[in-house]
């Protein structure tokens, strides 16, 4: 599963908005709509972040 639909994934099981997320992590609404849209892609220390956050390996997040 690419990034973007995992993201959106572990967000929706958790019971998240994304305004919720967005507080809750210190990113803005808009940067977690264009990760879930697949109009960027954050960088490793924001990635390693998102991983903390749900507790997952950052490789899950990737698809790796």
Same mark, same amino acid.
């Given at each position: 599963?690419?990034?973007?639909?995992?993201?959106?994934?572990? +967000? /929706?099981?958790?019971?998240?908005?994304?305004?919720?997320? &967005?507080?809750?992590?210190?990113?803005?609404?808009? %940067?977690?709509?264009?990760?879930?849209?697949?109009? +960027? /892609?954050?960088?490793?220390?924001?990635?390693?972040?998102? &991983?903390?956050?749900?507790?997952?390996?950052?490789? %899950?997040?990737?698809?790796?």
């Amino acid at each position: 599963m690419p990034f973007k639909d995992m993201l959106k994934f572990l +967000r /929706e099981e958790r019971g998240l908005s994304q305004d919720e997320f &967005a507080r809750l992590t210190q990113l803005s609404k808009s %940067t977690i709509s264009m990760y879930e849209n697949g109009n +960027r /892609e954050p960088k490793f220390e924001t990635l390693e972040a998102i &991983a903390d956050f749900f507790n997952v390996d950052m490789n %899950t997040l990737l698809d790796k």
